[in-house]
């Protein structure tokens, strides 16, 4: 197995981040990127209608990235060139915190895609669904999160405020090109098993609406870096005990199949737009 700096508790995760940011830099081409896009499982198909790729990078070729955990997860990062001169650094390599590789491996890509200039991060999920309206393959704003990771990408006394941590701006953006998108706070948990009914009552309960494995501590780094953050979940699945039947990752592997082509020209519409 390959070494990774940000296995060493003495390194600087920033400094590892700028490292990143460099071999993104040479093996691109490209010296700065101005929006980044992490895709989850559904939403892959986004990248090829953004724009035209330039290059395409694998990320173990990258300081500090994670070889993918999933297959059907691509592990690759790509610069993409949009019709309006945008640069866009695609991220299809997310590590997630169940992997147990540690908080700051989780928000490497996030801190590297900072490094290259981005000030707009755009993070997507597939996500379960407590809201009973929202069937398999519905898109939905995250308008806020509850993290119940009980961990955090902040190191030290570092006091970072989360209001409007996804950006009402951007989500006024989305609905402009899709008014029927409806929003929802997404709840990390930290997996790999789904929640048992009672947890999702549970964050029912406490104001969610969606349930995850990713994105709350990716936001929280992003905000630290300074970047403004539009989040999407596509529910592949009403959540455990909100649908009747369990949950099978197939399903929502088919789920989030069907629904890509749909989301991902969204998704790109949306990225023209930002
Ligand atoms: I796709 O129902 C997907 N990811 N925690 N719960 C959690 N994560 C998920 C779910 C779900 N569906």
Redesign the pocket.
Known sequence: MNSNPLDDPSADPFEVAAQAAGDIARLTGVEHHDIALTLG?GWGKAADLIGETTATVPATEVTGFSAPALAGHVGSLRSILTPTGTRVLVIGARTHYYENHGVRRVVHSVRTAAATGATTMVLTN???GIKETWTPGTPVLISDHINLTADSPLEGATFIDLTDLYSSRLRGIARSVDPTLDEGVYCQ?R?PH??TPAEVQMAKAIGGHI???STALEAIAARQAGMEILGFSLI??L??GIQKTP?SHAE?IEAGQSAEPVISALLARVIGQL
């Open positions: 499982s597939g996500a379960g948990f997996g789904y929640e349930v995850g494995m592949t699945n959540a455990a949950l929502v």
